[in-house]
């Protein structure tokens, strides 16, 4: 069994930063790729970023320099540093992580965190 569970979402005006946190936990033995997902009402879940466990990292272009994502392999811990926020940028956000967990590798989802931009 793994969890992941996120922190951080909030609601802030335009301009300005949030950081998203993201733990997992449970029987891990290795964390692989994590990345970040957002999605508003009637809309499919889209990526926003996603980091590989060598720290390779890939954005969406509607957040590429303004989002840095960011992850800690001795915490099972993905970050995402949001500035510059928008009012497009509310939505759910959503970890994601690829887990080996007793020989097989495990697709884990966060509950959701919201994150709301006012104008």
């Known amino acids: 069994q793994v969890q992941l569970v996120e922190s951080g979402g909030g609601l802030v005006q335009a301009g300005g930063s949030l950081r998203l946190s993201c733990a997992a936990s449970g029987s891990i033995f290795r964390t692989n790729d994590m990345a970040w997902y957002r999605q508003t009402p009637g809309k499919q879940r889209e990526l926003v970023a996603e980091i590989t466990r060598a720290g390779t990292t890939n954005y969406v272009d509607s957040v590429k320099d303004r989002f840095t994502i960011s992850r800690d392999n001795a915490k099972n811990a993905v970050y995402l540093q949001m500035n510059s926020l928008k009012p497009e940028d509310t939505a759910v956000y959503y970890c994601?992580?690829?887990?080996?967990?007793?020989?097989?590798?495990?697709?884990?989802w966060g509950q959701g965190t919201q994150v709301t931009v006012s104008s």
């Open positions: 994601n992580a690829l887990v080996t967990s007793h020989g097989t590798i495990i697709d884990a």
